[in-house]
């Protein structure tokens, strides 16, 4: 069986970090939307907003370093689960689990002035990516 999610997009909003109850181990939780490869009768592309989820140390430095309008990609699985609301409606809900997220943007550091990119790695500001 093979289950694997690579994609590339832009945060609809920043992430939103929180830990668990028992344990604190990070999580984040963002939605990324991705352009679809075609466009519709109007000549406009579409894009699918797919639900993101990462943990631990991961889940710290997407919450510290991606903003809404960041580009990344994303490598993992995709998940579906089920819960029960309080007024005892049943919900389904399928999301893509990140192992690994890959900051594509460039940002400027205003502390340091410094110019990052994903990698921790300084890089020339004229440089297309």
């Known amino acids: ?8 997009g ?3 909003k920043d992430p939103e970090l ?3 109850p028992n344990t604190a181990t990070a999580i ?7 352009n679809r490869n075609f466009t519709n ?4 592309n579409e894009a699918d907003f797919v639900p993101i989820v990462v943990w631990r140390a991961k889940a710290e430095n997407a919450a510290n370093y991606l903003r809404k309008g ?3 990609g994303i490598d ?3 998940q579906t689960r089920r819960y029960e609301t309080p007024e005892g409606e049943k919900r389904f809900v399928t999301e893509v689990i990140a192992d690994n997220v890959t900051f594509l943007d460039s940002k400027k550091n205003n502390d340091t002035q410094e110019y990052y990119s994903g990698f921790g790695q300084e890089v020339d500001e004229d440089v297309p990516f």
């Open 41 to 44: 009768q109007q000549g406009e």
């Open 28 to 34: 984040t939780n963002f939605t990324l939307a991705v």
């Open 18 to 20: 929180r830990y668990t």
């Open 10 to 12: 832009r945060l609809t």
């Open 1 to 8: 069986m093979i289950n694997r999610v690579v994609l590339v």
């Open 76 to 78: 993992g699985r995709l």
């Open 70 to 72: 960041s580009l990344c």
